[in-house]
T-cell receptor, first 111, second 115 residues
Framework: QQQVKQSPQSLIVQKGGISIINCAYE??????FPWYQQFPGKGPALLIA?????SEKKEGRFTISFNKSAKQFSLHIMDSQPGDSATYFC??????????FGAGTTVTVRA | DTAVSQTPKYLVTQMGNDKSIKCEQN?????MYWYKQDSKKFLKIMFS???????INETVPNRFSPKSPDKAHLNLHINSLELGDSAVYFC??????????????FGPGTRLTVL
């Protein structure tokens, strides 16, 4: 049973546009929400992460928005660039528990 | 310096064979993992070891057996390979087991193709 639901499965955005990926979870014991980025042929790598006591975290062009009451969080990629084309995984973790990944979103940025 | 390395990168084999994938991390981490990524890119954890002890063992056929000779290495041995085992297998490591904020560092993956 997947503990973190992620959508969309894929998206295409023009260069300079905004990419938005949404995730939802049920288990309120989760206390850390990282996003991993995976380029073709490579392993996933941590991109950005947030704790549920913060509603937004921004690092460069990447922003996580977190809605604790709705149990939802999202990744916004501003000014999307071709180099951002990758698969993005949201995840959730808690103490003494494995990291639960969403199903992934493949982002394609067209030049 | 490669933080988490896996060998081989590609593995093509016949059904019924036995094969191993090796993983090494030079980050000094205490915890290592094996993940399976299927053709739809879904990442599924298989095993986790902390200081050479098994701490996570998901519902994985017992044809899969992890072995950790020391905390820097976690190998995956697969017996009697089946077509459905074809996937990309990722090794990962993190600093300590149990902390929710631990970052997992992934290796480059091993693409296993069973013919």
């Amino acid at each position: 049973q997947q503990q973190v639901k992620q959508s969309p499965q894929s998206l295409i955005v023009q260069k300079g546009g905004i990419s938005i990926i949404n995730c939802a979870y049920e288990n309120t014991a989760f206390d850390y929400f990282p996003w991993y980025q995976q380029f073709p042929g490579k392993g996933p790598a941590l991109l950005i992460a947030i704790r549920p006591d913060v509603s937004e975290k921004k690092e460069g062009r990447f922003t996580i928005s977190f809605n604790k009451s709705a149990k939802q969080f999202s990744l916004h990629i501003m000014d999307s660039q071709p180099g951002d084309s990758a698969t993005y995984f949201c995840a959730a973790s808690m103490v003494d528990y494995k990291l639960s990944f969403g199903a992934g979103t493949t982002v394609t940025v067209r030049a | 310096d490669t933080a988490v390395s896996q060998t081989p990168k590609y593995l093509v084999t016949q059904m019924g064979n036995d094969k191993s994938i090796k993983c090494e991390q030079n980050l000094g981490h205490d915890t290592m993992y094996w993940y399976k990524q299927d053709s739809k890119k879904f990442l599924k954890i298989m095993f986790s070891y902390n200081n050479k002890e098994l701490i996570i063992n998901e519902t994985v056929p017992n044809r899969f057996s992890p072995k950790s000779p020391d905390k820097a290495h976690l190998n995956l041995h697969i017996n009697s390979l089946e077509l459905g085992d074809s996937a990309v297998y990722f090794c990962a490591s993190s600093q300590e087991s149990g902390a929710s904020t631990d970052t997992q560092y992934f290796g480059p993956g091993t693409r296993l193709t069973v013919l």
